[in-house]
């Protein structure tokens, strides 16, 4: 049972973050992913320290917050500070991670936080935090994430059309009279959400990777939009059951061995890809 | 102070080689870095400094000890193989640069964190420390890893002044570079080399993603002071060294206080500093500069119809109506801009309105002038229809040089006093366009 809840908690995160990283992978900002995943770091201690508790709703709180404040001092910086784009993502999340390591480490002793904590959840755990719902032991994280799965799946189809638009061509979108910003910050909340109720259960690293490798995956089989969701979905599962016996079978983290289960899928379907542009005309 | 003093002074041994090393880390790393930012890839860094992980801890598998030259070889085979990955990625496919950079980054990373918990369970006492290498502990350095640092340090400056030049060609024009006859294939390897180098030292002592920032931060925050290539690597490296330095200082004289986050923390106060205040591309003077700009055309715009009215006949008093029936001021913009020019003497207040001072009369002539010139030559250089030419020349006019304004005259052979009543579109009728 420990092993279903373990894979079902992989597929949910994997299904959530992938429909984001999707939109991430199309506006060429997949490295965002892995800034806000960083910089949303001090949102959560602060959370923390204000609220006292670990639980989950001021820690969301902390983390939008952040995550759109990230958004806006990089926005910031590259347009009215004049610094080179990459150069001002890289500032805001490196300095923003550094503050939230120092706050870790300031109030370690007076709280049960650390950053091994924050950063590299164990999905290994899932299993522990069970709730009780119709008799049968429903873990509190899958709960959690089966939420924050309806959400991005609420934002995501709601706004479609805005998405396809605003992600393919912006300038068009904009031509006829998009609010490309609003788009631009509704994603980037979302991403910070997503990231920061992946990462109590499953750890920073597997959110970056689910961020970025299923939607890659997907990106090289298919030029199909809806068709892409598909395949990301399926990436997912299929990365969290292997991840999973892959873990078993050398005795490493679960959260790490689903990453580098999702990245040999990714291969798979690079060299498929590879082979196909061969024989097609173009 | 006694502390500030106590570390300046490196009487504590136990300091001196974090000192020393984090200063030389911070300088190198500074310097290195832009490289990586003038060729707008900064975040390659990022990429490779996960990278490393499983490279240092394959590393220790095969060796089973934790000597640091073991341990950095390791390191940078595994972070240069994330680079080749990177570039084959983005050739062989349609996937684009920053995805190709996060998957490599998360796949090597995630790898490394399995090997990571394969380690720590399979092995005792041997193994720990190994951690250090994902957030970093200056403060476990031994003098065996400053060495290792000064050698590095060493190798990087040899390599970057040997191929200076080479490598100043590559960063700025590629095209030019392979043009000239450079091998630019060699060259980007010498630069991935020596990021990866200075990456694989650093990451035990600062950890990960302070390891990236060091490379991205000073550059940054250098840019904003210089245009020039050598100073922005001086610069850079100078910044680096200064934020390593103070950043252990905090960390020595507080308790408990990590390295790397305050290093990190401080380069950015120093990148966010400059970005405000630097002369010529802070945000400050660039703001000062343009109010500055709007508030001399604002001046010129007066004084110039001031003239205009003058010289057609409609006397030489005006008052805010008057002026705007050519040239539109809000009540607030022509206080301001009154205000201004009485206190600089160019127009005087008489009982009715105002009136033009003999300097303020010869500014606003100036000015007049030159809006014409600038007409004349767009119409007949520049073939411009002549219903267009009036409103380029409200913007030209206040940007006009006297030597542009001579060379205009001269190639349009007119005499240096050319001064006509009025402006050319005033000379001929209004036409309906479709009767052109």
Known sequence: ???????????????????????????????????????????????????GSRASVPLFLGAIIMGVVTTLLIQFFSSKGKMQADAAMGTVFTFLFAVGVILVTKYAGEADIDADCVLHGEIAFVPLQTSSFLGLGVPTPVWTLLILLGLVQLVFWIGYKGWLLTSFNTEYAKSIGIKTAIWHYTLMAATSVATVVSFESVGAILVIAFLVVPAATAYLITDNLKRMTLYILAQGLLSAVLGYFLSEWVGGSISGSMAVASFILFVGSFIWSKKRGLKSPL | ??????????????????????????????????????????????????????????????????????????????????????????QQSKIKG????????????????????????????????????????????????????????????????????????????????????????????????????????????????????????????????????????????????????????VSYSQTAMPT????????????????????????????????????????????????????????????????????????????????????????????????????????GAEIDRRHKIWEIYLQRRMQMSINLVHDEAETMEHFLTPEIEAEILGELGLCSRFNPLLEIHELVPDRPVNAL
């Open chain 1, 1 to 51: 049972m420990d092993a279903f809840w373990i894979i079902i908690t992989g597929f949910l995160v994997a299904s959530s973050t992938g429909m984001l990283g999707n939109l991430l992978l199309l506006r060429r900002m997949s490295m965002m992913g892995d800034a806000l995943s960083h910089a949303v770091l001090p949102g959560i201690v602060i959370a923390y320290l204000i609220s």
């Open chain 2, 1 to 90: 102070m006694d502390a500030f003093l106590k570390y300046l002074t490196l009487q504590d041994p136990n300091v001196r080689y974090v000192a020393l090393a984090t200063l030389l880390l911070g300088g190198v790393s500074g310097a290195v870095g832009s490289f990586n930012f003038l060729r707008k890839k900064t975040l390659v860094g990022e990429t490779v400094a996960h990278s490393m992980l499983p490279g240092v801890l394959i590393a220790f598998l095969l060796s089973g000890v934790k000597n640091p030259y073991v341990l950095i070889t390791g390191a940078a085979i595994s972070g240069w193989l994330s680079i080749l990955l990177v570039d084959y990625i983005t």
């Open chain 2, 98 to 249: 920053d995805s190709a950079l996060a998957i490599v980054l998360s796949s090597f990373f995630g790898f490394g964190i399995v090997l990571l918990t394969v380690i720590q369970s399979n092995y005792g006492g041997e193994q720990s420390g190994l951690d250090h290498y994902i957030f970093g502990n200056a403060a476990a350095m031994t003098p065996e890893d400053s060495n290792a640092f000064a050698l590095v340090s060493g190798l990087v400056l040899a390599l970057v002044l040997s191929f200076y030049h080479s490598i100043k060609s590559v960063v700025f024009n590629l095209e030019y570079a392979d043009a000239i006859g450079i091998n630019v294939k060699f060259i980007d390897g010498v630069i991935s080399f020596i990021t990866i180098l200075s990456i694989s030292v650093g990451i035990k002592a600062v950890g990960i993603v302070m390891m990236s920032a060091l490379l991205i931060i000073p550059p940054t925050a250098a840019r904003f002071w210089t245009n020039s290539f050598v100073r922005l690597l001086l610069l850079s490296g100078f910044f680096g060294a200064l934020a390593g330095w103070l950043g252990a200082f």
């Open chain 2, 260 to 363: 790397g986050p305050w290093t990190i923390v401080i380069i950015s106060l120093i990148a966010f500093v400059s970005m405000l205040f630097a002369p010529k591309r802070g945000v400050i003077y660039q703001r000062w500069s343009k109010l500055l700009l709007k508030r001399r055309i604002n001046e010129e715009n007066l004084l110039k119809t001031a003239v205009q009215n003058e010289v057609r006949g409609l006397g030489k008093l005006f008052n805010r109506r008057s002026i705007s029936q050519r040239h539109v001021f809000e009540q607030g913009l022509w206080n301001r801009t009154v205000r201004r020019l009485r206190r600089k003497g160019l127009i005087k207040k008489v009982h009715t309105g105002f009136t033009l001072s003999t300097e303020g009369r010869s500014y």
